[in-house]
């Protein structure tokens, strides 16, 4: 059980630190938010622990649906999108307030970024599934460990990504603000379009 563990670290951190919205999402959150990171897994984990408990009753099926991928990734997609012209139109402002970043709170931005990633659901749907069950074969305890160790995973990485952003804020000030928000806005901005452009290709083809 122990070299599976150890997979589920080793796997689990190659996903949680590939460049994607949710590293945006914690690196501009963390600006203003110490332990935004923290917040945003909590948000994750709203999300990740059901969705393990239905996997296991079966959902797989379900969610490598073509039409439910096409429908997270236009959901997705226009979240993505509003929440990378609220972090665009917040670098413009002159000062910024805590609860900022497209009106989206971390808590909040985890949950929906969590639910309407339709790559998180089609890995969960195909390799965190496969683990899920490796897991529950050795014993009930091995899946809590899995999924534990999973979240343990997210928010190590994130924390030391808000905590950055944050104490270079701090040393910075608004200016730093400014660039963190015009650089993660905008590649929310492209991870919205790309969603949004690959349903409409699943769409058409």
Not at 105 to 128: C, E, R
Request: glycine share 10%; net charge neutral.
């Amino acid at each position: 059980m122990a070299e599976f563990l150890f997979s589920t670290v080793i796997i689990s951190l190659s996903g949680v630190m590939a460049p994607g919205a949710m590293t945006a999402a914690t690196l501009a959150h963390g600006t203003r938010h110490r332990h935004a990171g923290a917040l945003i897994t909590a948000g994750h984990a709203v999300v990740e622990l059901p969705l393990i408990a239905f996997l296991l009753i079966g959902l797989a099926t379900f969610l490598q649906n073509p039409a439910v991928k096409i429908a997270v990734g236009i959901a997705g997609g226009g979240f993505l999108c509003y929440m990378g012209y609220g972090m665009l139109k917040d670098m413009r402002n002159a000062e910024f307030k805590a609860g900022s970043m497209g009106s989206q709170k971390p808590l909040t931005a985890g949950i929906i970024l969590s639910a309407t990633n339709p790559y998180f659901l089609i890995w969960w749907a195909t390799i965190g599934v496969k683990l899920a069950l490796e897991a529950k074969e050795f014993s009930m305890l091995a899946l809590v460990l899995f999924a534990t160790l999973h979240l343990t995973c997210d928010l190590i990485w994130l924390e030391f990504l808000s905590h950055a952003s944050y104490q270079g804020s701090k040393i910075m000030g608004d200016k730093l603000q400014k660039w963190v928000l015009g650089i993660c806005g905008t590649a929310l901005l492209f991870f919205g379009i790309k969603f949004l452009y690959d349903a409409a290709t699943d769409l058409i083809g």
